[in-house]
Nanobody, 122 residues
Framework: HVQLVESGGGSVQAGGSLNLSCAAS????????MGWFRQSPGKEREAVAA????????YYADSMKGRVSIPRDSAKKMIILQMTLLKPEDTAMYYC????????????????WGQGTQVTVS
């Protein structure tokens, strides 16, 4: 039974920073892409960042490039989303995802999804 649990969301002022965590259980952590996506009301879910485990290769969406990083904590089977210089338009529900079906880590074709954690920037 695969479970992804996000944490770390909250409210922050514009220009601030926030770290989100995603803990994976029941999942071959080192085998497939894991990523972060976000969705705000009335908008489609969009990629934020992803990581390919072999070689720890990160991928970043243009919307947050330069303001986000996606380190892994292999011992805890977690991925982290470190966000800086946050803007009000970054306000969204942020989701962790695991095991991409088409091999492109930033596509939304993931099999497993977490419940999401809300980020509000004002």
């Amino acid at each position: 039974h695969v479970q992804l649990v996000e944490s770390g969301g909250g409210s922050v002022q514009a220009g601030g920073s926030l770290n989100l965590s995603c803990a994976a259980s029941g999942y071959p952590y080192n085998c497939f892409c894991m990523g972060w996506f976000r969705q705000s009301p009335g908008k489609e879910r969009e990629a934020v960042a992803a990581i390919y485990p072999f070689g720890n290769i990160p991928y970043y969406a243009d919307s947050m490039k330069g303001r986000v990083s996606i380190p892994r904590d292999s011992a805890k089977k977690m991925i982290i989303l470190q966000m800086t210089l946050l803007k009000p338009e970054d306000t969204a529900m942020y989701y962790c995802a695991a095991e991409n079906k088409d091999g492109y880590c930033l596509s939304s074709k993931y099999i497993y999804w977490g419940q999401g954690t809300q980020v509000t920037v004002s």
